[in-house]
């Protein structure tokens, strides 16, 4: 049996996937505190214990906060300052943060522009406040990262700062949105440490020790809870890819276009063998774009549900009757499940392994993809998947951004099959509530 969870900032709603292929749900307010009411919703799922639990994963993008008095730090590694100012992504959405020069940077092949300004660094630590967070990031940092990780090197071990992001970690071709990526990240990190803290503790009181926990991730799967404190921007809108697996689920339709009609909102998404397509980087308002991949989710047009030979599965959500009506088209099952909690339940381990490469033939690109998915195995084996569970859903090479012929953007995604993921058939909900 695996478990869903949707994690709010007032409710706890989660989903069992048996077995058998039954499911049945609980719910319960976070009044009298999260983990409590994350371990006896977790409890009253597992029953008597007669099917074990194989592994719960948490949906939480209605339970992140940022930190708002945080104080942040974004450290740009660059030739030379910009003549005119930047249009950075962070003010948007009202994040405070203050910006820092330091010479360095590589170009697009990797070859070191100019040398790291050790001496800026060091005076730049002398006026920093304890506990800041520090983003930085470097020019060609995406092909090679070393000012960055020198740079992060020399201030944390001059100032104690709150955390060092290196914007590198979350893969674009554009600078500014990987220091955004970060910046967001950067703010969220207090509270999601708490939060996985405050889950992995739910888990062991609801369920007892070894049962492994995992996070919803943006593009359909889930990683490791333990990488919700370390990169939680990955999990801030999980919902909207949980929601469309919970809605493919109870539809038995692992290969189709999906709409989900709720209250307020009517998406579409595609499936293509059980997994919704997936875009490189997110857009939020205001077509801000972050450096995490996310499950191609967008609202339902009339120019939308034209043009397939084959109609759309599409899944309301009671309440939401009156979402249908413009677009004139019939429900093919009426719900009133939690679709997240449920696509939680069904989200398979995922793993992305992105970097930039060189390479001056087709020899090359076979070596950068078969060390690209000996990554991802690694990786997810080492997670707890069964090396015959491990199967490889994307590996190819792309074009980076600015056309240098050698150099090549390599994409390889690792999925897990685990207990109860998958679409099983003759699903049946029963409802406890706690």
Excluded at 12 to 40: E, L, N, P, Q, Y
Excluded at 130 to 146: M, Y
Aim: charged fraction near 20%.
């Amino acid at each position: 049996m695996r478990i869903g969870v949707r994690v709010t900032r007032d409710e706890v709603s989660a989903v069992a996937a048996h077995a058998d292929g039954r499911f049945s749900r609980a719910r319960s307010a976070a009044s009298g505190g999260r983990t409590r009411a994350v371990a006896d919703t977790l409890a009253l799922l597992a029953g008597d214990g007669s099917e074990a639990v194989s592994a719960v994963v948490f949906e939480v993008s209605g339970a992140l906060d940022r930190e708002l008095d945080a104080s942040v730090v974004s450290v740009l590694i660059e030739p030379r300052r910009p003549r005119e100012p930047r249009r950075h992504l962070w003010p948007a959405e009202g994040i405070p943060v203050e910006i820092a020069h330091v010479s360095g940077g590589h170009n697009a092949l990797g070859h070191e522009l100019v040398p790291l300004g050790e001496d800026e660094l060091s005076r730049l630590s002398a006026g920093m406040d304890a506990g800041s967070h520090l983003v930085v990031s470097a020019a060609g940092a995406a092909v090679n990262p070393e000012h960055e990780h020198r740079a992060a090197e020399l201030l944390r071990s001059a100032v104690a700062v709150g955390s060092i992001t290196e914007s590198s970690t979350f893969y674009s071709d554009s600078l500014l949105v990987r220091e955004f990526t970060a910046v967001l990240n950067a703010v969220l990190l207090a509270g999601a440490e708490q939060l996985a803290a405050s889950l992995a503790d739910a888990v062991s009181q609801g369920l007892g020790e070894g049962v492994r926990a995992f996070v919803a991730t943006n593009e359909g799967g889930c990683t490791p809870l333990s990488r919700l404190a370390i990169t939680p921007v990955h999990s801030i809108c999980a919902d909207l890819a949980a929601e469309m697996l919970g809605a493919a689920e109870l539809a038995r339709r692992p290969d189709a276009r999906i709409i989900v009609a709720r209250p307020g909102a009517v998406r579409i998404g595609e499936f293509v063998d059980g997994l919704p397509s997936v875009v490189s980087r997110a857009v939020l308002r205001g077509g801000i774009s972050l450096a995490s991949s996310v499950a191609h989710v967008v609202p339902l047009t009339d120019l939308l549900l034209s043009g397939s030979a084959e109609p759309p599965v599409t899944v309301l959500v009671q309440g939401a009757e009156r979402e249908l009506e413009s677009f004139g088209i019939a429900p093919t099952l009426v719900t009133d499940d939690d679709l997240v909690a449920v696509g939680a339940a069904v989200a398979p381990v995922s793993y992305w392994h992105n970097r930039v490469a060189r390479v001056v033939g087709a020899d090359d690109i076979e070596r950068v993809l078969a060390e690209g998915e000996a990554i991802a195995r690694a990786n997810l084996v080492s997670w707890g998947a069964l090396p015959a569970g491990v199967r490889i859903t994307e590996s190819r090479v792309l074009a980076t951004t600015y056309g240098e012929a050698q150099m090549i953007r390599v994409r390889v995604r690792g999925m897990a099959d685990t207990d109860a993921s998958g679409f099983p058939s003759g699903a049946r909900l029963e409802e406890r509530r706690a």
